[in-house]
């Protein structure tokens, strides 16, 4: 089972960090937390990695609706967006929503994980559009 979505970019790290946060906030994604792996590896562990952040994106109409069909769900919530180094390029990945379903067996999130997956796609694939653009 595949549980990513994954696109490849040609800018930066910095400069896709800051342009995955607008395509999540157009699509109604708020970030909730940020873990820089890069920073924590290297305090914690005096680790060198590439760069590589997990950023915590909530929708909230989404993740409300969620919490009614299943209160155990918020353990997969917020939706991980990762943004990474990957050689010359920078990816994007986000958990697969679908995920929700297929982990709970609950097919009364199917219409939420549908939803939230066509969000983090539009999202995704305004980011390939821009990187195409510039």
Known sequence: MRYDRTVHLDTDFATTVGRVREALAAQG?????????????????DLDMEDYVI??????PLAHRALE?????????????VVRTDGDHTAVQALAPNTMVTLTGLDALR????????RLDAALAALTAADVDS
């Open 29 to 45: 994604f708020g970030i909730l937390t940020e873990i820089d792996v890069t920073a924590t590896l290297k305090a914690k562990l």
């Open 55 to 60: 950023l915590g994106a909530c929708n909230p």
């Open 69 to 81: 069909t299943d209160r155990t769900i918020g353990l997969l919530l917020p939706c991980n967006v």
């Open 111 to 118: 219409p939420v994980a549908e939803e939230a997956a066509h």
